[in-house]
């Protein structure tokens, strides 16, 4: 079992900056494959990136790549996701979850936070 809280969140201008952290609990950390989703109003929830057990092999969406970076600390159980150059379609609820497997669905990810909210004002 893991659970997972977010924290980060608030409200930037466009082109601004914030960093997300999700924090997990349990001593199996290091063996979940950590993700970040985004669901926004009216929209379905979507991938936003992904890192392995290692921390060596990231991969992001292509609305993102080269924008926002993906994270992880497992000496302290945490995954974060720094996001720059943020944009006003970039608001929504971000998720982190946790998986035993590789994946970019929601249906991959055994286990979510409670989200937190990202605000992007033009």
């Known amino acids: 079992q893991v659970q997972l809280v977010e924290s980060g969140g608030g409200l930037v201008q466009a082109g601004g900056s914030l960093r997300l952290s999700c924090a997990a609990s349990?001593?199996?950390?290091?063996?979940?494959?950590m993700g970040w989703f985004r669901q926004a109003p009216g929209k379905e929830r979507e991938f936003v990136a992904r890192?392995?057990?290692?921390?060596?092999?990231?991969y992001y969406a292509d609305s993102v790549k080269g924008r926002f970076t993906i994270s992880r600390d497992n000496a302290k159980n945490t995954v974060y996701l720094q996001m720059n150059s943020l944009k006003p379609e970039d608001t929504a609820i971000y998720f982190c979850?946790?998986?035993?497997?590789?994946?970019?669905?929601?249906?991959?990810?055994?286990?979510w936070g409670q989200g937190t909210q990202v605000t992007v004002s033009s």
């Open positions: 979850a946790a998986a035993l497997e590789v994946g970019v669905v929601p249906r991959n990810y055994q286990y």
């Open positions: 349990g001593r199996t950390f290091s063996t979940y494959v």
């Open positions: 890192i392995v057990w290692g921390g060596r092999s990231t």
